[in-house]
């Protein structure tokens, strides 16, 4: 019963910053972004627990993207600094309910049960 929408995205250049916002309906444990190029298959980027104290990064994203949540407002972030061309896609809010059992849960698309309508970004050079 978990409703996601994003919001956030955007058309920039090559190096600006984007922030996405995912706010849920209700309480979740674990929460994630995806993306999907036209194309290609949906693909991780960023992950993050309940408490915030623990976060994955697809390596492709490291150094440049922040995942964080505000659990009073039951929201998550997505910073996007210095953005490349290869960053454009639509970008998934994802949430579910379940403790990962491990850091590779995070990464699989299939264990997250909630899922937004999605926000593009697309970055030109």
């Known amino acids: 019963q978990v409703q996601l929408v994003e919001s956030g995205g955007g058309l920039v250049q090559a190096g600006d910053s984007l922030r996405l916002s995912c706010t849920a309906s209700g309480r979740t444990f674990t929460m994630g972004w995806f993306r999907q190029a036209p194309g290609k298959e949906r693909e991780f980027v960023a992950a993050?627990?309940?408490?915030?104290?623990?976060?994955y990064y697809a390596d492709s994203v490291k150094g440049r993207f922040t995942i964080s949540r505000d659990n009073a407002k039951n929201t998550v972030y997505l910073q996007m600094n210095n953005l490349k061309p290869e960053d454009t896609a639509v970008y998934y809010c994802?949430?579910?309910?379940?403790?990962?059992?491990?850091?590779?849960?995070?990464?699989?698309?299939?264990?997250?049960?909630?899922w937004g309508q999605g926000t593009q970004v697309t970055v030109s050079s």
């Open positions: 994802a949430a579910d309910r379940q403790v990962a059992y491990s850091s590779m849960w995070y990464q699989v698309a299939g264990n997250y049960d909630y």
């Open positions: 993050i627990n309940w408490s915030g104290g623990n976060t």
